[in-house]
């Protein structure tokens, strides 16, 4: 009977061990790809802080809102075109002015759109922030922040990624086996 007991409370014991090590291996995966995940949307802040930083572009942007030209904008537009060829995921980059106009752009498709009331635009005249947007058919990462020079607002910067990057991120089992399953998830605004 002693050993009966023994070997069951042997088999009980290991079960929780292992249950305890599958939970926590599941934890350090999870927090993992939510680091991984914090990282990349960092990474994007990061890059268009400094797009919006660069004072060249700064400059022309100050310049073009006191009297447009259409040198001004190739200016603007060739910085911009420059800063969006070293990052393969970037899909494109805009200039928007104080009033919500798309003056420069890596897709002149956009150029002239107004999106002043659009959230993206409102809250990126504050502060660098993202958003989820569905744009023809596909959800994107706006990344918006504004153009400051000497504490004055001159506009507003914005990146649009390709979530594929994104996408493999959430999607990576790795260490989750044939049927195991984390959910990351973004705050919502």
């Known amino acids: 009977m002693g050993s009966i007991l023994g070997g069951f409370s042997y088999y009980s014991n290991s079960q929780q061990l292992l249950e305890s090590?599958?939970?926590?291996?599941?934890?350090?995966?999870?927090?993992?790809?939510?680091?991984?995940?914090?990282?990349?949307?960092?990474?994007?802040?990061?890059r268009l802080k400094l797009i919006t930083s660069r004072?060249?572009?700064?400059?022309?942007?100050?310049?073009?809102?006191?009297?447009?030209?259409?040198?001004?904008?190739e200016v603007m537009e060739t910085i911009i075109l420059a800063a969006k060829e070293s990052v393969n995921e970037i899909e494109r980059i805009c200039v928007i002015n104080p009033k919500g106009i798309v003056i420069a752009s890596t897709n002149q498709t956009f150029?002239?759109?107004?999106?002043s009331e659009?959230?993206?635009?409102?809250?990126?005249?504050?502060?660098?922030?993202?958003?989820i947007i569905t744009e023809e058919g596909k959800q994107k990462l706006f990344v918006t922040g504004?153009?400051?020079?000497?504490?004055?607002?001159?506009?507003?910067?914005?990146?649009?990624?390709?979530?594929?990057?994104?996408?493999?991120?959430?999607?990576?089992?790795?260490?989750?086996?044939d049927t195991g399953e984390v959910l990351v998830a973004i705050p919502a605004e």
Do not use: W
Request: hydrophobic letters at 35%; glycine letters at 6%; a negative charge.
């Open 21 to 46: 090590e599958i939970s926590n291996s599941l934890l350090a995966i999870a927090e993992s790809r939510a680091d991984h995940l914090e990282t990349y949307v960092q990474q994007n802040i990061e």
């Open 55 to 73: 004072n060249k572009l700064r400059t022309t942007l100050n310049s073009y809102n006191l009297a447009p030209s259409t040198e001004k904008k």
């Open 111 to 115: 150029c002239g759109k107004d999106i």
């Open 118 to 131: 659009k959230q993206f635009f409102i809250k990126g005249k504050e502060e660098n922030v993202i958003h």
């Open 146 to 177: 504004p153009f400051m020079l000497e504490n004055e607002f001159l506009g507003v910067g914005i990146t649009v990624v390709d979530l594929a990057y994104l996408e493999r991120i959430i999607n990576d089992r790795t260490g989750l086996g």
